[in-house]
């Protein structure tokens, strides 16, 4: 098992060995994008990785050509998708701003949630 914590919400939730970020984020109810729904052919799940790093799969060619095309990019960045759990531990992540505007887009009806998550709303 692997803890993963999405900094900027608060939210935490331990999942199983071979879950990607994008998984611990919807078990977790974080507002992280996915427009694509998850077959690595966008960008909007892009997150900053920034504790445990070492425990992701590393990105192949794709991933990399698509997170080139992300304004926020850091050494960290994966695509959430993309980034399977191979080894337990914590992990820390921040959604970039990006994916949190794609899930806000398409979760109209818990927006208000989302944004009280992140303090933008009381
Ligand atoms: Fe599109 Fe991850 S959801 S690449």
């Known amino acids: 098992m692997a803890t993963v914590r999405f900094t900027l919400e608060g939210l935490a939730v331990e999942v199983p060995l071979g879950k990607s970020i994008l998984d611990a984020a919807k078990a977790a109810g974080a507002p992280e994008g996915s427009h694509c729904g998850g077959v ?9 990785v920034t504790q445990g790093f070492e425990l ?4 192949d060619e794709i991933e990399l050509d698509l997170l080139e095309m992300t304004e926020e990019r850091e050494e960290t960045s994966r695509l959430g998708c993309q980034a399977v759990i191979r080894r337990p531990g914590h992990i820390e992540v921040t959604i970039s701003d990006e994916s949190f505007q794609t ?3 398409m979760n109209e009806r ?4 989302a944004l009280r998550l992140r303090g933008i709303i009381d």
């Open 103 to 105: 899930w806000l887009d």
């Open 56 to 59: 992701l799969e590393p990105a």
């Open 40 to 48: 690595c052919a966008c960008s909007t799940c892009h997150v900053v």
């Open 110 to 113: 818990d927006r208000d949630r």
